[in-house]
């Protein structure tokens, strides 16, 4: 039974490419006259969003309405979250409304995995970013950009990320995109080795099924691609990093640093960037940074999950067939 | 609640062999084989276990302030049921019980509610703010008598005032009991911190926050030639740091919640606020060490930090939730469960973990008393064969926030005396 989308760890590597397969076809849509697919009419998507998050909402939004689902889009700010309503509350209200698929992002690790298994509510739940949690749909964009740029478009249908090596960098500790690219990539048979200063990878990482290593430079030469995560200014303040100009020598991005990758490995970055810090204007902009490139998959990985998840009477996910044989 | 003579016959006193217990007025009258009934009303007890009225030296009864989640008079009907005969009450309420007045209160309505004595612990510091020592003396020579003083829920972290305190309670044979958790290295957290937080993405509570702070306070206790008391010590790293400080010969003792010896960080996964507890679930090896701890005595007593709250926040998101588990209802049986059918304790030991040792903390009168002739009846009967799954609803305590819903559990109550008044009939509030 897959109902939701709450985290990466939830996806076998045949749900995974199922979800990639998928957002291809989506992606054809992007390039049609009429970007539209009748598929999710009359259905109900709720963007439910109690952290501000514009790209994030814009991306679920596009996604649904390319699927023809009525959006509502219910942000926490203005609404009667902010006098004090309850998670719960608003659940019910949502549920009232009928709701075929809420989309959560909320500060708190775990909202939505609550918001899903409480019985608050009956539709699906996809989780847009809990805290310090998971991101699993950023993770299916990360997955699904590079296998369109190593493997390519056509050539990368039916496969997974087998052999390929992949480095995070940056605050890992607080990183929702890091626990959710870690399990995705690895479950599609990526390499992934983070990287931090140790202060910002957390404690117990020891038993995630990838390397860390201190050391940026160490990893350039063996990475295909290489994720650079947002840092936080405010990360000093407690001590995370001594300051702004250290943290980018020895973990920003640089193009002294890109030259030393292999010439087809790719710089990712989920966004926003904070250019200076962990990432150059001269990598930023470089034809090897698929940052843009990601934003545009973004719709079309959502779009696949909205529709697996709505899709029909035998959901696409649970009717995966490698699902049936591992639930026996 | 009646006032005569009860017999209970054949009950094994502390787990030994069967006797018969005869019960007159608030007195034990006489503890023997073959005791005529005479007049007496008979419980007939066999198979069952006779212990001393329980006493814990941790309990938050939240009256004054948060009559919604419980109130004295709720709260020691919850104590009954689980078989306790006198709490601790925590001074943490609305207003802070840092003042006589406050702590004569609670102690009043502990009076008043007839279901187990109620020994209210004072603040160690003004608001539990950790800046200015609470008049520590009024409280004592009230009438509430107050001898254990904690801000539990908080930490008096400052290592002067800490000092001051141990220093200061001397003069009346006081304890100053430690909720051990070093403010800095827990800002934010939200569970214990290793693997499964990691995993989880919430904040991260160190063993190292508590361990720190217990390892600074045997030290002053033992500069200062004072008495400490550990609260809900929760880790292995704590329990080696407290064997230490006793093979110094350090006045130092230390409680373990039930819910410490039973659960583990793992049931986060769920991310259901029912286990978000301060200090928070460890791991097995923690549970393990705790259990082994107790069992050699580096750990005192068994405390149940019952912590009750109201529906409403633990019916939410992880964060946004309190922490704390109601505890007295499933204590005993948490107990017999993990360190009685494990083999690694017998029934006089929970006798003495349970009861005896906490009074002797405490310094407090009348309880923790041998099952013998003279003594006041506060006594506990239990069946030990009983087993069943918690069931919240029936529950004498106002909040329902137990880990152990549905979760079935070995022994039950069956009575409960207090001072030779049954509180607690067939399991029953009296």
Redesign the interface.
Same mark, same amino acid.
């Given at each position: 039974m897959k109902r939701h989308l709450i985290s990466a760890a939830d996806l076998t590597r045949d749900d995974a490419v199922l979800i990639l397969d998928t957002a291809e076809e989506m992606a054809r849509v992007a390039d049609r006259p009429i970007k539209k697919l009748p598929t999710l009419r009359g259905r109900t998507v709720v963007n439910l969003f109690f952290e501000d998050s514009t790209r994030t909402r814009i991306s679920f939004e596009a996604a649904a309405k390319r699927l023809s689902a009525d959006v509502i889009n219910f942000s926490a700010k203005g609404s009667s979250v902010s006098k004090g309503e !309850?998670?719960?509350d608003t659940a019910l209200t949502l549920e009232a409304m009928g709701a075929d698929a809420v989309v959560i992002r909320? =500060? +708190? !690790? =775990? +909202?939505p995995?609550?918001l899903a %298994? !409480?019985g608050w509510i009956d539709g699906a739940v996809v989780n847009a970013g809990? =805290? %310090?949690?998971?991101h699993p749909t950023q993770a299916l964009l990360d997955a699904f950009t590079v296998r369109r740029r190593l493997v390519g478009p056509e050539a990368g249908l039916g496969r997974d990320l087998e052999g390929r090596r992949i480095t995070i960098v940056g605050d890992i500790l607080h990183s929702?995109v890091a626990?959710s690219n870690v399990h995705l990539l690895t479950t599609l048979g990526a390499h992934v080795t983070l990287v931090a200063p140790p202060t910002l990878v957390? *404690? =117990? *990482?020891e038993?995630?099924p990838c390397d860390v290593s201190y050391s940026l430079d160490d990893v350039l030469a063996t990475s295909d691609a290489v994720m650079m995560l947002r840092v936080q200014r405010e990360r000093m303040n407690a001590a995370y990093f001594p300051t702004e100009r250290e943290y980018s020598r020895r973990y920003g991005l640089d193009g002294e640093r890109m030259a030393k990758m292999p010439e087809h490995a790719v710089v990712m970055h989920p966004g926003p960037m904070v250019r200076g810090m962990e990432i150059t204007a001269e990598v930023a902009d470089s034809d090897r940074c698929t940052v843009v490139e990601q934003v545009a998959n973004g719709v079309s990985i959502r779009m696949a999950v909205l529709y697996l998840l709505l899709g029909g009477a035998d959901t696409a996910l649970s009717a995966a067939p490698a699902r049936t044989e591992e639930n026996k | 609640m009646t006032m005569s003579k009860i017999l209970i016959r054949g009950a094994r006193v502390l787990g030994g062999e069967p006797q018969d217990v005869l019960i007159d007025g608030e007195t034990t009258a006489e503890v023997g084989t073959g005791l005529d009934a005479g007049d007496a009303t008979v419980i007939e007890a066999e198979g069952r276990i006779l212990l001393p009225g329980l006493v814990d030296l941790h309990t938050h009864l939240r009256e004054p302030g948060r009559e919604d989640s419980e109130t004295v008079l709720t709260g020691t009907r919850a104590a009954a049921v689980g078989g306790f005969t006198a709490v601790h009450a925590m001074a943490n309420t609305f207003p802070v019980a840092d003042t006589a007045g406050v702590v004569e209160q609670v102690w009043r309505l502990g009076r008043e509610s007839g279901y187990c004595d109620v020994q209210p612990v004072g603040a160690v510091t003004v608001g539990l703010e950790g800046k200015q020592l609470a008049e520590l003396g009024a409280m004592h020579d009230s009438a509430a008598g107050v001898k254990v003083f904690s801000d539990d829920g908080k930490c008096v972290d400052d290592a002067v005032i800490m000092r001051r305190a141990l220093e200061y309670v001397k003069a009346f044979d006081g304890v100053v009991a430690q909720h051990a958790q070093e403010p800095r290295l827990t800002e934010g957290a939200q569970m214990n911190e290793g693997v499964v937080s990691a995993e989880l993405g919430l904040g991260g509570w160190p063993a190292v926050a508590e361990e720190s702070i217990i390892a600074r306070d045997v030290l002053l206790a033992a500069h200062v030639g004072s008495r400490v008391h550990i609260c809900h010590l929760s880790t292995a790293g704590s329990v080696e740091i407290v064997r230490w400080a006793k093979s110094k010969g350090w006045n130092v003792t230390a409680e373990v919640t039930p819910h410490h010896l039973l659960l583990t960080d793992e049931l986060v996964r769920t991310y259901n606020p029912v286990y978000k507890v301060n200090p928070p679930l460890r791991t097995e090896a923690d549970v393990l060490a705790l259990r082994e701890a107790l069992a050699d005595g580096t750990i005192d007593c068994v405390a149940t930090d019952h912590a009750p709250h109201p529906h409403e926040d633990k019916d939410c998101e992880w964060a946004a939730a309190a922490m704390g588990m109601v505890g007295l209802e499933t204590a005993l049986s948490v107990v017999q469960q993990t360190m009685v059918d494990t083999g690694l304790i017998d029934w006089a030991g929970v006798a003495d973990r349970m009861s005896f040792r906490p009074a002797a903390i405490g310094r407090l009168a009348g309880h923790g008393r041998p099952v013998s002739a003279g003594e006041p009846a506060n006594l506990t009967l239990v069946d030990p064969a009983y087993r069943g799954a918690v069931d919240p609803a029936g529950f004498a305590s106002r909040s329902r926030n137990t880990p152990y819903e549905g979760r079935e559990l070995p022994g039950r109550v069956t009575h409960t005396f207090l001072r030779g008044c049954a509180t607690v009939v067939d399991g029953k509030l009296a």
């Open positions: !309850s998670l719960k909320h =500060g +708190a !690790s =775990g +909202a995995y609550r %298994t !409480s809990d =805290g %310090t949690h998971e929702r626990r957390p *404690v =117990g *990482v038993q995630w | -």
